[in-house]
C-alpha cells in the first residue's frame, strides 16, 4: 500500500472535474419537483457547508404525523460529490412517500479517513436528538447509498445493528494521529463563528453538543437505541474493505484512507478493524436490496454480499437491472432520473421497503 497527498490530490481533482461533466449532463434540463418541499443546508456539526444536510418531504403529507425516514448517502469514490448532485434523486424517492434525508461529508484526500465516517455519524447523532421537530420517524428508519456511499450504508447498518463493532468505535476513539489532521483544508467552526456566518440561532441550537467536537477529540458513540433500521438498499457499492485495503489495487480506497495505516503496525491494525464491517455481520442486519447494472464496474460485488448475507440468516435480494446490450445501463444508473429503468429500480426498492413499515 502506498500513498502519496500530491498524487492523491491530482487524482480526486481529475475525479472530480470528469464526473462532474458527466454528472451535469446527467441532471442538464430537471427541474425541483412541484409535489416535493425541503428544509435545506441544515448544519449538523463543526465543517461548515460539508456538515450540511437537506430534508425532503412529499408535499401532498399529513403534516403533524411522522414520516419512515430514508438517509441516503452519496457516493463518489469517498473524493466527489455532494447533496446537490443527489437534490432530484432525492426529490424522487420523498415523492414515493417517505421523508430523505440527504447530506454532505468531507472529502478525502483532503479530509481523509476517518472524517467521512465520522460525518456519517453526526448525521444520524442529529437525526437521534431532532427527529420529533421534523416529523421524521426513527423508529421506521431505511438507509440507502450508492458506490462509496453504499460501502458506507453497509458499514453504519453493521455499525447499528453489531454491539461487538460499536464497541471497536467506542474503545478507538478519540483517534489522535489521524492523517486528516495532516492535511486538512477543511477547519472546524465553533458556535461562535457559525452565528458570525450568519447561521440563524434556532439551526444551531439543535446540534448535539457531541456533534461539534473536532475529529481529534470526537468519540464514536452510535446512537443505536434510537434508531430502529428496518431495511438498507445497497446500491452499486464495495463492501469487503479489508480485502480492498489489502489487495492495493483500489486506489481510490487508499487515497480515501490516506496515510493513517502506513504510520505504524499498530495503525494499520486499528484502520482494519474499523474499516472491517464484512466480519461484525450479523442476523440482526436488516433485510437488504441489493442493485446493480449489466455495465455496472461493481456489478461482481453484488451477488456475493447477497450470498454473505444468505448465510448469516439476513433476508437479501440481489437485482441487476438492465440488459447486456444496453451499454447505459452502467454505474448508479438509478440517480439518472430521466431513465425509466432508474424509475422502475427505485420503485421497487421503495417498495421492499414498504414492506418493512410495519
Not at 500530491?6 to 412541484?34: C, F, H, T, V, Y
Not at 416535493?36 to 449538523?44: D, G, L
Not at 465516517?117 to 442529529?126: F, S
Request: glycine residues 6%; charged residues 20%.
Amino acid at each position: 500500500m502506498n500513498f502519496d497527498y500530491n498524487s492523491a490530490r491530482l487524482m480526486a481533482q481529475s475525479m472530480r472535474i470528469a464526473w462532474k461533466i458527466g454528472d451535469e449532463k446527467r441532471d442538464a434540463g430537471l427541474q425541483d419537483r412541484p409535489d416535493v418541499e425541503s428544509v435545506r443546508n441544515i448544519v449538523y456539526g463543526p465543517y461548515g457547508l460539508f456538515n450540511a444536510l437537506d430534508i425532503f418531504y412529499p408535499k401532498d403529507r399529513d403534516k403533524t404525523a411522522d414520516l419512515p425516514v430514508i438517509v441516503n448517502i452519496h457516493g463518489g469514490g469517498w473524493q466527489y460529490g455532494d447533496k446537490e448532485l443527489y437534490r432530484f434523486y432525492n426529490q424522487s424517492l420523498a415523492s414515493r412517500g417517505f421523508a430523505v434525508i440527504g447530506f454532505n461529508y468531507r472529502l478525502a484526500p483532503d479530509d481523509a479517513w476517518p472524517a467521512n465516517l465520522i460525518d456519517v455519524n453526526r448525521v444520524m447523532t442529529w437525526l437521534s436528538a431532532n427527529a420529533p421537530a421534523f416529523h421524521l420517524d426513527t423508529d421506521r428508519l431505511f438507509i440507502l447509498g450508492d458506490s462509496a456511499g453504499g460501502q458506507m450504508a453497509f458499514w453504519y447498518t453493521v455499525l447499528l445493528t453489531s454491539p461487538a463493532y460499536r464497541a471497536l468505535y467506542e474503545k478507538a476513539f478519540p483517534l489522535k494521529a489521524s492523517s486528516a489532521d495532516t492535511h486538512r483544508e477543511t477547519l472546524p467552526f465553533t458556535i461562535g463563528a457559525y452565528k458570525m456566518s450568519g447561521v440563524p440561532a434556532d439551526m444551531l441550537d439543535i446540534i448535539p453538543e457531541a456533534n461539534m467536537l473536532p475529529d481529534d477529540q470526537y468519540r464514536f458513540t452510535v446512537p443505536a437505541d434510537k434508531l430502529h433500521i428496518r431495511a438498507c438498499a445497497l446500491n452499486c457499492g464495495i463492501y469487503d474493505m479489508v480485502a480492498a485495503l489489502n489487495s492495493g489495487k483500489d486506489v481510490a480506497f487508499t487515497n480515501a484512507l490516506g496515510e493513517f495505516p502506513l504510520l505504524s503496525p499498530e495503525h494499520k491494525a486499528v484502520t482494519s478493524s474499523l474499516i472491517d464491517s464484512w466480519s461484525h455481520v450479523t442476523a440482526a442486519f436488516p433485510p437488504a436490496y441489493i442493485l446493480s447494472a449489466t455495465h455496472d464496474f461493481l456489478r461482481p460485488m453484488a451477488q456475493p454480499l447477497c450470498d454473505y448475507l444468505h448465510e448469516k440468516g439476513v433476508t437479501a435480494e440481489c437485482h441487476i437491472w438492465g440488459r447486456e446490450e444496453d451499454e447505459y445501463m452502467c454505474h448508479v444508473f438509478h440517480v439518472n432520473q430521466k431513465l425509466q429503468e432508474a424509475a422502475e429500480a427505485n420503485d421497487a426498492e421503495c417498495a421492499f421497503f414498504r414492506k418493512y413499515l410495519n
